[in-house]
C-alpha cells in the first residue's frame, strides 16, 4: 500500500462539492457576508454544522493514515489513533443527523480540506501536533462555544449532543500532548518542527479572527480555556494561543 | 469439508488435560492470527481516505478500532505464553502474499474489490478460523484464549453481516456483483493456497444468520447506507433549476451558442472543453451535487453518454436577466464511466 498518499487522493462522493477556504471566504465577503458563519443565526449554525461534519470526516480519515502510514510507531500511538477514528466516524454520524436536525442536507456547502491537508504531515509528531492539538483544539473552542448558543436558544439536541463530542475532542487533544512528547523525546530538533507546524495552524486557522479571549457572550467564539487545560495545554501555551489571534489571517 | 487439524480435540472420552497444542505452539498461532488482524486494521485505516461511499467510509471506521483492540488483546496473551508482546509473524510467505492481493485495490472506483476482499473472504475466514480454535481449545488451562476468542467472534460476526449489508448496496448492478465475485475467487484461491491464516489448512466457514440484529452498538450499516443517499430532489430556486437546465439541454445537442447565452461575462466554454463533451455522445445530464455560498450556488452536473461520463463544475448567480454561471470547470472526464 502506498504510504502516504498525496493529498489530492481524498476520495468523495459526487455530491460533495470541493472548494479552496479562500476562495469560499473570498466570494463571500464580495457578497457583504462573513467570511465564516458566525453561529448569530440557525441558518449559520447550519452552515457551521456542515462545517464540522466534513471536518470530522476529514479527522477519521486522517487518523485512519495514520494507523496506516507508521507501522514502525509504538504500539500504544497506535491504538490511540484507531480509537481516535471510531471517535470521529462516529463524529460524523452524529453532525450528519445534526445537520438533519437544523434542516440541512450533505453537500449543502462546498468542502474545504484544510484538516486533511494537515494530516498528510509526513511527520507522526507534526500530525499529532497540528491536527490533535491545533485544529482539535479549535474544535474544542468551537463546540464549547456550540454548547453554550444551544442552550440559549433552547436546542437541548444540539447541546447534549456536541457535549459529547466535545468530551471526545478533550481526549484527543489530550492524546495529541502525550504523543507530541512520546515521539520526540530525546529529538529537540523534531519536536520543535512539530510544535512550529502547530503555531502555524493556530496562527492561520482562527475563524477570520471571530476566536478570542473572553466571556461566551462576548466574543463570537470563546477559547475553551477549561476545555484546553484538560487536554494538556499549559497556561503558558493558551496565553501564547491568544496573542496570535490577535494578529490573525482572513481564514 | 473441515481439513483435519480443525477436528474438535475435546471429544468424548478424552482427558480434560488433553490439549491440542504446546504453549509455544499456541503463541505461534496467536503470532500468525495477529499478523492478519494488525495488517487489515492497518489497511482498513488507509483506505478510509481513498473510498469515496459514506457508507464504506465508516464501516471501516468503525471496525478499525475493534481489529486494533483485536491485535492488542493478542498480542498481549503472549508474554502469558512466553513469547514477546505484541509481535505479528505470517504463517508463511504465501499468506503474506495473500494479505499483500488484498491491499492491493486504492483506486475511488475500487470500493467493491476492497470491501469484498475483507468482508467476504478474509474476516468470514478468521471467524472461522477462531470458531474452529474455540472448540479445541483446552477448557481448563486455556481460558484467556478462549475469552479473546469468544469476544472476536462476536464482533467479527457483526462486522460480515454489516459488510455484507454495504456491499449488498454498491452491488447495484450485474457487472459490480460479476466483479465481486471474480476479485472473491482469486482472493479465496491465494487463501487456500496459503492454507489459512495459521498454514494448517481452512476450516470450515460459518454460517451466518443474516437477521441476527445488531445488538449492543450503534453499528447498523443499514444506517450507514441511509446516511448515505442523496437527496431525491435538489433544494433549488425554480428559475434556477430551469436555466441549469437549458444550459444542460444545450450542452447536450452540442449547441454551444446557446449554452453560452447562459454565461455571465467573466466564464467561458472553452472549445477544448466543448470537443470533450462531444466525443462523448452526450445523451443525458443530471445535477449530482448543490452547494450553497452566500446567494451564490455551486452546481455538479453529470453530462452521460454513449462514450463515457463527465463531472461538470458550474457556478451559478442571480444576476438582472436571471440566473446565470459565473465559473464553468470540466472537472472530470471519464471515457469508461458510463451510466
Known sequence: MERPIAYDKLAREDRFVRMRARDVAQLKVEQGLPPFPDLTSRESIKERVHGIMVGELQAMEGAGRTVCDFPDAPWEFTMDMARQVWDESRHVDIYIRLLEHLGGYVGEFPETTILWRCACAEDAAARVAGVNRGLEGLACDVFNQMVHIAR??????????????????????????????????????????????????????NLGGARRDGDHDAVPISIAREARELGGFTGEEIERLIKTTQRSQVY | MADAPFARACEPGVHPLAGFASADESARLIRNCRYAVERM???????????????AKLLLGRHVWDCAQHADLLGKRLPELRARAQVSEAANAEFAAFMDAIEEPEQ??????????????????????????????????EPPTQKILARMIEDERQHVQAGRVVIGHLCASAALEDRAQAWQARLEALL?????????????????????????????????????????????????????R??????????????????????????????????????????????????????????????????????????????????????????????
Request: proline letters at 5%.
Open chain 2, 246 to 339: 437549458a444550459f444542460a439541454d444545450a450542452l447536450l445537442s452540442g449547441d454551444t451558442e446557446a449554452a453560452r447565452q447562459w454565461l455571465t461575462s467573466t466564464a467561458d466554454l472553452h472549445e477544448g472543453a466543448a470537443t470533450a463533451l462531444a466525443q462523448l455522445s452526450p445523451q443525458a445530464h443530471r445535477v449530482v451535487a448543490l452547494a450553497r455560498i452566500g446567494q451564490k450556488r455551486a452546481v455538479k452536473i453529470r453530462i452521460e453518454g454513449r462514450a463515457g461520463a463527465a463531472m461538470l463544475l458550474t457556478r451559478w448567480s442571480s444576476t438582472d436577466g436571471g440566473w446565470r454561471a459565473e465559473l464553468l470547470e470540466l472537472a472530470r472526464v471519464d471515457p469508461a464511466l458510463t451510466a
Open chain 2, 192 to 244: 487456500a493456497t496459503a492454507r489459512g491464516v495459521t498454514g494448517a489448512g481452512l476450516p470450515e466457514s460459518t454460517a451466518l444468520d443474516a437477521s441476527t440484529p445488531f445488538p449492543m452498538l450503534n453499528d447498523d450499516a443499514h444506517q450507514f447506507v441511509r446516511l448515505e443517499r442523496p437527496l431525491s430532489r435538489w433544494p433549488m430556486p425554480e428559475a434556477l433549476e430551469d436555466a441549469v
Open chain 2, 108 to 141: 475511488p472506483g475500487q470500493t467493491i474489490e476492497r470491501l469484498v476482499g475483507v468482508y467476504r473472504v478474509l474476516k468470514p475466514h478468521l471467524l472461522a478460523t477462531y470458531e474452529a480454535d474455540l472448540r479445541r481449545v483446552n477448557q481448563v488451562y
Open chain 2, 41 to 55: 486494521m492497518r489497511t482498513l485505516g488507509g483506505w478510509i481516505a481513498l473510498t469515496p461511499e459514506l457508507s
Open chain 1, 152 to 205: 440559549k436558544i433552547g436546542d437541548p439536541i444540539l447541546e447534549r449532543a456536541v457535549d459529547f463530542v466535545l468530551a471526545d475532542e478533550i481526549t484527543h487533544v489530550r492524546m495529541g500532548s502525550k504523543w507530541l512528547t512520546r515521539l520526540t523525546e530525546g529529538d529537540p530538533e523534531r519536536r520543535r518542527r512539530a510544535v512550529e507546524f502547530q503555531e502555524s495552524i493556530d496562527e492561520r486557522f
